[in-house]
């Protein structure tokens, strides 16, 4: 058996595991949801969620991962066969997002390549996006381009090289959004918008905005999706796991509120009061950020050097997701890894177009106002992600006690500050949490009742 290679220090596990979870998710998806959920109260809500569920649920899962030396799959089964299920459903995550991600990940391309040709007043226009999204070819040529770029870094095994530029990419992203965020606070109405980005309004609170925002911080963590599980099988017993989890999510949680501020009072500034501005959804980012830089001085040079840098931050998470895909064939059907890397490729390519065309030639095909990109999302972020986390919840609060991974934390120094709140939020409050919203959500979306 080929042994299991660590990570040998404790900046290396945290740095890469934040390479997974500093992606789309945080500078793409956290600005629309939270600038369509209420600015502030989607953000507080958001923020009680990252310190309670979010902490719990990710020490859990790299300490299950440590604990067995197993992926998500193994690691259930090996500690109770009965739950080897919750592994396989996490399994399913990751084969659900990774196609749509790339979607984006070619939207990245595309606006970075207009950019870098000069196209920056063009990208600005208002119907420029929608022209795009809405077209056949050009969206899909470009998610293929995405898709083949993390394909060919996974076939040949290079990842290791691409972490190494992102570790250099990532601080540079956080300055430059800081940037672009100032510059954004100065533009006329932008105050408005930050006003709204920070202040929540308690009326505005809803089982819905409380599940989207639980959906985004599974999704901007990696969690109940068994990634931080495999992170965690490869993380040494003296590296201190607690401490490691506050800096991932310090780090995760900081890039995503500093893309909102990037973004949401930007918004403002360029629908001169049109609040439907705030419900555009996925294409948010794109619609508003080459307004900001059309706007700026040098902003052809600044919105290329972004781009690049969010094609970075997609490219390295998106890595880690057709890694894990191709991991879950390679132990299930014993395959290579060239073939099990082709066949996700090619399986990842099927079941992104829809999601591709669905602004365009299959528009008609909608759910509840949500086209099939917001549905692949929808189903993998808001109904098999929370499932995960309760099957999870159960697991360690019921079958294998709090205790067993509780001393898997503890084996670094004995010590495990947040252990009180851990124990009660994985064995009482995540689970209720997580059924009242679970069906809630699901019984609004069969139209049972509303919330
Ligand atoms: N956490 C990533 C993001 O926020 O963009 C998304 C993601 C990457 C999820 C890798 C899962 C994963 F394995």
Redesign the pocket.
Known sequence: MQKRSNFTNKLGFVLAASG???????IWRFPYLAAQYGGGTFLLIYLILAVTFGFTLMTAEIALGRKTGLSAIGAFKSLDRRFGFVGVLAAAV?II?FPY?SVIGGWVVKYFSVFVSGGVKSAAGDTYFTDFISGTFEPIGWFFVFMAITAIIVLCGVEKGIEKVSKIMMPILVILTVIIAVYGLTLDGAMEGLIYYIKPHMSDVSAKTILAAMGQLF????LA?G?MITYGSYMKKDNNLESSVRQIELFDTGIAFLAGLMIIPAVFAFSGGDRSALNAGPGLMFMTLPKVFASMKLGGVIGTIFFVLVFFAALT?AI??ME?IVSIFRDKFGWSRKGASIFVTVLSLALGIPSSLGFGPLSFISWMGMSVLDIMDFVSNSVLMPIVAFFTCIFIGFIISPKTLADEVKATDGIFKAEGMYNIVIKWIAPIFLVIILGSSVASALGIFTI
């Open positions: 997974s979870a500093v992606g789309l998710g945080n990751p997002i991600y999704y901007s963590m990696s999706m990634i998470s880690s997701l894990t």
